[in-house]
C-alpha cells in the first residue's frame, strides 16, 4: 500500500528556528520515505487571530449557560465575530499554505504551481516518483 503524508511545521512549533534550510533539508531526508515537509512562513498576524480565536470561542463556550439574557446576547455577538474571524483564518491559512516551502526527500522543491491543491499535487507526485521507482514497471494496476 502507497502511503504519502505531508507534515506541516508552523511558527507555533517550539523548534521552530531550528527548522532553516538545513533543518528542514534533514528532516525531510530522515523522514519516512513518502513524506513531505511543508513549513508555513511566520506570519503574526494570522497567528495572533489565531489565539484570539481560540481564547474566544473557549471563554464563550464556558461561560454562556443561557441563564442571563444579557450576557447571552453578548455571548452570541461574540460568536458571531468568531465566525467572521474563522472565515478570515481559513483564507489566511490558505494564503500561507501557498507561501509555504515544501521539502521532501531531502530537497527543497520548486514548484511550479501557486495554487495550493496544484501544489500539494506536484509534491505528492515527486514523492511517487522519487520514493517507488520501479513504478513505472508495472502494466497493470489491480485495486
Known amino acids: 500500500m502507497l502511503t504519502l503524508k505531508h507534515e506541516v511545521v508552523s511558527p507555533l512549533d517550539l523548534d521552530y528556528a531550528l527548522y532553516g534550510e538545513a533543518g528542514c533539508l534533514n528532516k525531510s531526508n530522515e523522514a519516512p520515505a513518502g513524506m513531505a515537509l511543508i513549513k508555513l512562513p511566520d506570519n503574526k ?23 442571563q439574557p444579557d450576557l447571552t446576547k453578548i455571548y452570541n455577538d461574540r460568536k458571531t465575530e468568531n465566525q467572521e474571524r474563522k472565515k478570515r483564518l481559513r483564507l489566511m491559512l490558505e494564503e500561507l499554505m501557498e507561501r509555504a516551502d515544501i521539502y521532501a526527500l531531502g530537497q527543497h522543491l520548486k514548484l511550479a504551481s501557486s495554487n495550493l491543491q496544484n501544489k500539494l499535487d506536484e509534491a505528492c507526485q ?9 513504478l513505472g514497471y508495472l502494466r497493470v494496476l489491480q485495486a
Open 45 to 67: 498576524e494570522f497567528f495572533s487571530e489565531l489565539r484570539i480565536f481560540l481564547k474566544t470561542n473557549k471563554f464563550v463556550r464556558l461561560n454562556d449557560d443561557g441563564t
Open 126 to 134: 515527486y514523492l511517487l516518483e522519487n520514493t517507488y521507482t520501479k
